[in-house]
């Protein structure tokens, strides 16, 4: 099995296992992709574009959480990743609230959940069709019910040579919601990162260089 990649030591603490229950965020756009995130971090991953109805998705992801388990033998904390669920809006016609039902059971299942989803602006800012309002209703949800959302997006000010995008980190609105965190211990920042031809990622602050 290939090694984990290393995580940056500015973003570490961001990625160190979640509390109990709780759920993080992680956003992307068309042009800044979430999966060196979700290779740096730790858990069970899987993937949104599984075939077959909601049902069906829901049994591949608790069948897989439970042989990650060892069929119920392990005691290990289970981390699941849900990387691209938002592509059932678009492929399977799902709505918002079926998607959140579909969250809220299968993180009964699990130590903490991550999701991955799209938030280009122009989905998120102003949805005029069915689509784009399921889409944008389900990642509202997910920001709501999430302890930390971490961002990935272009620069403002287009490409650079030496830099693949920013990385935002906040508090979601469950932050604080299991009353163990306290006012200082969570920073919200925006750093930069560049992702090499060879997969290894650097993160450093604005103006700090690579």
């Keep these: 099995m290939p090694s984990q990649p290393p995580i940056p030591p ?29 290779l740096s971090g730790l858990g069970l991953g899987i993937d949104g574009t599984t075939g077959g109805g909601i049902e069906v998705v829901e ?16 005691k290990g904390r289970v981390v699941l990743v849900l990387d691209g669920l938002d592509f059932l809006v678009a492929a399977m016609g799902v ?21 991955t989803a799209c938030a280009d602006s122009s989905l998120m800012q102003s949805p005029s069709t069915p689509l784009e ?12 019910l999430a302890r930390c959302v971490m961002s990935v997006r272009e620069l403002d000010t287009g ?4 830099v693949s995008g920013v990385l935002g980190v906040s ?3 469950a932050w604080g919601d299991d009353g163990e965190e306290g006012e200082g211990e969570f920073e919200e920042r925006e750093v ?15 103006g700090g260089g690579g």
């Design 133 to 144: 309002i399921e889409h944008t209703a389900f990642v509202t949800g997910m920001a709501h």
């Design 159 to 162: 490409g650079a040579r030496d």
């Design 59 to 74: 049994k591949e992801i608790l069948k897989a959480v439970d042989a990650a388990r060892g069929g119920g033998k392990g």
């Design 192 to 206: 930069l990162f560049f992702v090499g031809g060879d997969g290894g990622v650097r993160v450093f602050e604005k």
């Design 171 to 173: 508090r979601g609105a």
């Design 95 to 115: 709505t918002a609230k079926e998607m959140g039902d579909l969250v809220g059971s299968v993180r009964e299942h699990v130590h903490s959940t991550i999701i």
């Design 10 to 38: 500015l973003i570490s603490p961001y990625l160190a296992l979640p509390p109990p229950t709780s759920l993080t965020l992680l956003t992307s756009t068309l042009g800044a992709a979430t999966s060196w995130l979700v």
